[in-house]
T-cell receptor, first 111, second 117 residues
Framework: DAGITQSPRYKITETGRQVTLMCHQT?????MFWYRQDLGHGLRLIYY???????DKGEVPDGYVVSRSKTENFPLTLESATRSQTSVYFC??????????FGPGTRLLVL | AQKVTQAQTEISVVEKEDVTLDCVYE???????LFWYKQPPSGELVFLIR??????QNEISGRYSWNFQKSTSSFNFTITASQVVDSAVYFC??????????????FGQGTELSVKP
C-alpha cells in the first residue's frame, strides 16, 4: 500500500531550467493538491485538481504549470526555475470533502 | 478573508509537562473543517485530527486532546505529559470551500515544540 509518493525526493537545478516534480497516489482520490513550504510562510497552495483534466490555481500559482491526465498522477512543472522557487514541495490527495494526506515532500534547490 | 493564526512560534518544555498549542481562525464559511498536522524532524506531514464546524465536542486521543470553541474561533491542542518524541512543528489548518473547491487548506505558520529530557 504505497499511498502517496513523490519523486524526486531531492533535486538541485539551475536558474532557467525546467523541472518537473511527480506525485502519484494509489487511493483513487478525486482531489490532489500541491503546496510549497517556506520558512515564515507555512504551507501555501500552488494548484489543485478536482479530477482528471480539471485543475485550478491556488494562492501562489505563478511560475508553475500542472496537468492531470490520469486520476493517480499530478505532476508539477516549473517552466523556468527561479531562486525564489527553492522550497519544499508537498503533494496531497483527498476524497471529496475528505482529509488531505500528504506525500513525503520534495526538497528543491535552485542555484 | 480566511486565516489561521498560531501565535506561538516556538515552545520549549521539559518532559512530562503539559503544553497547549493555540490556534485561532477566521472564515466566512458556515461549514468548514479544522485540522492539526504534525511535522517531525524527518519532514513528513502527519495527520492528527479533523473536526467539522458542527461538532464542538472536545476530543481526547491518548495524551492528545483538542478543544474546539466556535464562540472564540479557536481550536487548541493540548499534549499531556509531553515526551521527547512529541518534538515537532505542529500546524493548524482550515479547509476552504469544502463543497466546491475540494476543501483547500489554509495553514497557520506552525508552532515548533521542543520537549527536553
Amino acid at each position: 500500500d504505497a499511498g502517496i509518493t513523490q519523486s524526486p525526493r531531492y533535486k538541485i537545478t539551475e536558474t532557467g531550467r525546467q523541472v518537473t516534480l511527480m506525485c502519484h497516489q494509489t487511493w483513487s482520490h478525486s482531489y490532489m493538491f500541491w503546496y510549497r513550504q517556506d520558512l515564515g510562510h507555512g504551507l501555501r497552495l500552488i494548484y489543485y485538481s478536482a479530477a482528471a483534466d480539471i485543475t485550478d490555481k491556488g494562492e501562489v500559482p505563478d511560475g508553475y504549470v500542472v496537468s492531470r491526465s490520469k486520476t493517480e498522477n499530478f505532476p508539477l512543472t516549473l517552466e523556468s526555475a527561479t531562486r525564489s522557487q527553492t522550497s519544499v514541495y508537498f503533494c496531497a490527495s483527498s476524497r471529496i470533502i475528505g482529509t488531505q494526506y500528504f506525500g513525503p515532500g520534495t526538497r528543491l534547490l535552485v542555484l | 478573508a480566511q486565516k489561521v493564526t498560531q501565535a506561538q512560534t516556538e515552545i520549549s518544555v521539559v518532559e512530562k509537562e503539559d503544553v497547549t498549542l493555540d490556534c485561532v481562525y477566521e472564515t466566512r464559511d458556515t461549514t468548514y473543517y479544522l485540522f492539526w498536522y504534525k511535522q517531525p524532524p524527518s519532514g513528513e506531514l502527519v495527520f492528527l485530527i479533523r473536526r467539522n464546524s458542527f461538532d464542538e465536542q472536545n476530543e481526547i486521543s491518548g495524551r492528545y486532546s483538542w478543544n474546539f470553541q466556535k464562540s472564540t474561533s479557536s481550536f487548541n491542542f493540548t499534549i499531556t505529559a509531553s515526551q521527547v518524541v512529541d518534538s515537532a512543528v505542529y500546524f493548524c489548518a482550515l479547509s476552504e470551500g469544502i463543497y466546491n473547491q475540494g476543501g483547500k487548506l489554509i495553514f497557520g505558520q506552525g508552532t515548533e515544540l521542543s520537549v527536553k529530557p
